[in-house]
Nanobody, 122 residues
Framework: QVQLVESGGRLVQAGGSLRLSCVTSGRTFSGRAMGWFRQAPGKEREFVAQINWNGGSTAYADSVKGRSTISRDNAKNTMYLQMNDLKPEDTAVYYC???????????????WGQGTQVTVSS
């Protein structure tokens, strides 16, 4: 069984920064791609960032590219999303996700966390 638990979401002013963390329980973390999604009020859940099994490849949504960095520490079974220059439109529930593959691909995640709230005030 695999469990993903996000943390780090908080209220922050526009222009500020925060780091989200996702701790994964299980033995398959190091062998699968991971990602972050978010869902703003009244909107569909959208892709934010993805990282391959060893952190060598990453991908970002245009909305966060240049402001965010996804990383992972397989020894700690933890994935991170560093977000800088936050904007009000970044306000959303952020979800940690695990993919069935080891590399980057447009696949549906098979594991989801419960989400952590990020609120950016103007």
């Amino acid at each position: 069984q695999v469990q993903l638990v996000e943390s780090g979401g908080r209220l922050v002013q526009a222009g500020g920064s925060l780091r989200l963390s996702c701790v994964t329980s299980g033995r398959t973390f190091s062998g699968r791609a991971m990602g972050w999604f978010r869902q703003a009020p009244g909107k569909e859940r959208e892709f934010v960032a993805q990282i391959n099994w060893n952190g060598g490849s990453t991908a970002y949504a245009d909305s966060v590219k240049g402001r965010s960095t996804i990383s992972r520490d397989n020894a700690k079974n933890t994935m991170y999303l560093q977000m800088n220059d936050l904007k009000p439109e970044d306000t959303a529930v952020y979800y940690c996700a695990g993919y069935p593959s080891s590399g980057l691909a447009s696949l549906n995640p098979v594991y989801w966390g419960q989400g952590t709230q990020v609120t950016v005030s103007s």
